[in-house]
């Protein structure tokens, strides 16, 4: 079956999760259990059925496609017969036309010409890779088991294949400064993929990294750095184009709770602090090229940027207010502004 094409459109995307599942090792910043929130290895078709089922019950009408998807695994590092029992259950709904593709995470190094032949039979639209770095040295550290290498070479048979592309990126790993962080940007966006997803390195209960930071081997980031490199990050993919879709993990009872995560830059509103960042930069950017300022400020933006231009808990405000000594700052909703656009006044 011919890879399905990626959309443009914000898909709705019904996540499987398979913790370690097709993992041949650990890596040292992994405990899938507390970042996925699930602690069933390989979920049955009775269960991959039902939550099929209730994602499309609160479908709204306007979500297209329709995608499932495999995460917290190395899907391509399955056994054929288990990547059979997991796509059973989705063919009815393929069908039926109730969902429309599917898309998985996986390593590197298990794309090759043979494991992508398994999957020619299966409508899949997109594979994302575990990248997290482009320096072999950080990989190796961090005990990934694959190279940057394998990373080129699963990539272009990935885009000679048709599939849609994801890359996914670490920020903070044991050994990465700065200047390491944006070589691998520049590395990753070199490949020219669909999209990216960047992710702050967190030192996770029960993994290696946990007594590696218990130790003192291992400092990770504050936030405020994670912050700024991952904005960074984000303004340099965006730069050419390619989609950031997600800056920061998605939240769960486990890493909210706190018991979870030891330590690390993890905040359940991290996106959007890096986006409201970038507000902030560009109000500060034209405020100084305005020169002399009154003590009233004006902000237009996009109706769909006000909450990222106050800032968490109006923080952007405050620190105007603070630096350039406002005594007002009004924000007007605009639909005429351009999203992540602002005009100073």
């Known amino acids: 079956m011919p890879a399905m094409p990626i959309s ?3 898909p709705l995307v019904i996540p499987i999760f398979i913790p370690y599942s097709g993992c041949p090792h650990r890596c040292v910043f992994c405990n899938q259990a507390a970042l996925t929130g699930s602690t069933t290895p390989i979920p049955d078709p009775v269960e991959i059925k039902n939550i099929i089922t209730r994602f499309l019950q609160f479908k709204k009408p306007f ?3 329709i995608e499932v998807s495999f995460f917290g695994g190395n899907f391509l590092g399955l056994d054929p017969k288990i990547i059979s029992t997991l796509m059973a259950p989705v063919i009815p709904f393929l069908e039926r036309v109730e969902i429309d593709s599917v898309r998985f995470s996986t390593r590197p190094d298990t794309i090759t010409e043979k494991t992508l032949s398994l999957i020619e039979q299966y409508p ?3 594979i994302e890779l575990g990248v997290q770095s482009m320096d072999d040295a950080i990989l190796a550290r961090c005990r990934r088991g694959h190279t940057s290498a394998d990373t080129k070479n699963a990539v272009a048979l990935i885009k000679k294949r048709g599939y849609g592309l994801g890359l996914q990126v670490m920020v903070g790993l044991p050994g990465e400064t700065r200047e390491v962080t944006m070589s ?7 490949l020219k993929p669909d999209f990216v997803r960047i992710y702050p390195t967190l030192v996770i209960a029960d993994s290696a990294l946990a007594a590696w930071y218990k130790n003192g081997k291992y400092t990770p980031l504050c936030l405020d750095e994670c912050i700024d490199r991952v904005k960074a990050l984000y303004l340099m993919f965006t730069a050419k184009n390619i989609r950031v879709i997600r800056m920061g993990l998605q939240a769960n009872e486990e890493l909210d709770s706190g018991a979870a995560v030891l330590a690390g830059p993890y905040h359940p509103a991290f996106g959007h602090m890096v986006l ?3 507000m902030l930069d560009k109000v500060k950017s034209a405020i100084n090229q305005i020169g002399d300022a009154s003590r009233r400020l004006l902000l237009s933006v996009h ?3 006000v909450s990222r231009m106050q800032g968490l808990k109006k923080n952007n405000l405050d620190r105007l207010k603070k630096e350039f000594g406002f005594k007002e700052i009004q924000i007007i909703a605009d639909p005429l502004v351009v999203p992540d656009h602002v ?3």
């Open 303 to 305: 109706p769909s940027c």
């Open 63 to 65: 979500r297209k496609p």
């Open 8 to 10: 443009s459109n914000k």
């Open 276 to 278: 409201s960042e970038i």
């Open 343 to 345: 005009v100073v006044s």
């Open 184 to 190: 691998t940007g520049a590395a990753i966006a070199a």
């Open 124 to 126: 899949v639209s997109c």
